[in-house]
């Protein structure tokens, strides 16, 4: 069995992350490079995917970040069929459509921030911004929040991290890219259930789930298809990356 680890230039921490635990538990892996993947089709029906190293076979897909590659969306659809992704392309660009994910959300009941969704029209804009309340960038639910949200990890369907993230100082975003702190923390039962419902109504196995937690409950902030779940393993004994590998080798019984 073959890993295919797709690498987008956007974010290289997880797959250099799940090729080094690759190769440390001797599990054969196949780098695919996102900006030259593409795919040939023949006249007599034949599909070939390949990239810039040459043509791309494997059995398994681990998670991947698609936005900016539309050519790599029919060739990983192309792999996806022939072996098993624990995040289907369509999941993948659901996460990626924020104005999706929230559909998806809504039609499974899950709890989530407010969202407007309008045309660029700036009188539109104007009005749904005056329906949500000034400053449009942050939601009431946020500034509630005081700048922390929480991140959830889940993986093969099955919870594995969370940690809860403060901003830092004179900002509003909680993202640990912008200089957030974070420490581990638990949910609470009805926390536990809302991320993996969320996970689902998207349809992704492995995803990154970000919390508020409000005066009114728990509210989804957020879906990610390819967390950057490598700046939480110092808050976890057990190797993350080893546990997304390992679930991404894995297809689970059907039900």
């Given at each position: 069995?073959?890993?295919?680890?797709?690498r987008s230039p956007h974010a290289t921490?997880?797959?250099?992350?799940?090729?080094?635990?690759?190769?440390?538990?001797?599990?054969?892996?196949?780098?695919?490079?996102?900006?030259?993947?593409?795919?040939?089709?023949?006249?007599?029906?034949?599909?070939?995917?390949?990239?810039?190293?040459?043509?791309?076979?494997?059995?398994?897909?681990?998670?991947?970040?698609?936005?900016?590659?539309?050519?790599?969306?029919?060739?990983?659809?192309?792999?996806?069929?022939?072996?098993?992704?624990?995040?289907?392309?369509?999941?993948?660009?659901?996460?990626?459509?924020?104005?999706?994910?929230?559909?998806?959300?809504?039609?499974?009941?899950?709890?989530q921030v407010r969202t407007e969704i309008?045309?660029?029209?700036?009188?539109?804009?104007?009005?749904?911004?005056?329906?949500?309340?000034?400053?449009?960038?942050?939601?009431?639910?946020?500034?509630?929040?005081?700048?922390?949200?929480?991140?959830?990890?889940?993986?093969?369907?099955?919870?594995?991290?969370?940690?809860?993230?403060?901003?830092?100082?004179?900002?509003?975003?909680?993202?640990?890219?912008?200089?957030?702190?974070?420490?581990?923390?638990?949910?609470?039962?009805?926390?536990?259930?809302?991320?993996?419902?969320?996970?689902?109504?998207?349809?992704?196995?492995?995803a990154g789930v970000d919390l508020l937690?409000?005066?009114?409950?728990?509210?989804?902030?957020?879906?990610?298809?390819?967390?950057?779940?490598?700046?939480?393993?110092?808050?976890?004994?057990?190797?993350?990356?080893?546990?997304?590998?390992?679930?991404?080798?894995?297809?689970?019984?059907?039900?």
């Open positions: 069995m073959t890993l295919g680890v797709a921490n997880v797959a250099d992350r799940l090729l080094a635990v690759a190769e440390r538990l001797g599990v054969p892996a196949r780098v695919i490079d996102l900006p030259s993947l593409g795919l040939s089709v023949q006249p007599h029906g034949d599909v070939t995917v390949a990239d810039e190293r040459g043509p791309v076979a494997v059995s398994s897909l681990a998670p991947y970040l698609l936005f900016g590659f539309p050519a790599a969306v029919h060739a990983l659809r192309a792999l996806e069929r022939g072996g098993y992704a624990q995040n289907p392309v369509d999941g993948v660009l659901r996460a990626d459509d924020k104005a999706a994910t929230a559909q998806c959300l809504a039609q499974a009941g899950v709890a309008c045309g660029a029209d700036p009188g539109r804009v104007a009005a749904a911004a005056a329906r949500i309340g000034y400053p449009v960038v942050v939601p009431a639910e946020v500034t509630e929040s005081a700048g922390r949200s929480v991140r959830a990890v889940i993986t093969g369907g099955q919870l594995l991290a969370v940690t809860e993230r403060a901003a830092a100082a004179r900002e509003w975003r909680s993202n640990i890219a912008g200089g957030a702190a974070q420490h581990r923390v638990e949910l609470t039962g009805d926390e536990r259930e809302l991320v993996l419902s969320a996970a689902r109504a998207v349809g992704l196995g492995h937690r409000t005066r009114h409950g728990p509210r989804v902030l957020e879906v990610n298809s390819c967390p950057d779940f490598t700046s939480m393993q110092p808050h976890y004994g057990e190797d993350l990356a080893e546990a997304v590998l390992r679930a991404s080798l894995t297809r689970p019984a059907p039900l």
